[in-house]
């Protein structure tokens, strides 16, 4: 180690010592939980839905060529 590299080093440490370096935990905006009550299922980022897979209410899709067997 170099003269000037330790110095360099020494630098760090206080800046470290003096909370520098310290950062804030990061908040992500999509950092949520599922709405339903009593789930806290976090949501992905991905998820735009206000609540996790579980609690939200799926649409299928209509499915074709299946008769229904009470109209059959
Ligand atoms: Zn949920």
Not at 20 to 33: C, F, I, L, Q, S
Not at 38 to 59: A, E, F, I, K, W
């Amino acid at each position: 180690m170099t003269h000037s590299e330790r110095i360099l080093m020494s630098d760090i440490m206080k800046a470290r010592k003096a909370g520098g370096y310290v950062r804030k935990p990061r908040t992500y905006a999509g950092d949520r939980v599922c709405g339903h009550k009593g789930c806290d299922t976090r949501l992905s980022t991905y998820n735009s839905r206000p609540t996790c897979r579980q609690h939200t209410p799926v649409r299928f899709p209509r499915v074709r060529g299946r008769v229904n067997p009470s109209e059959a």
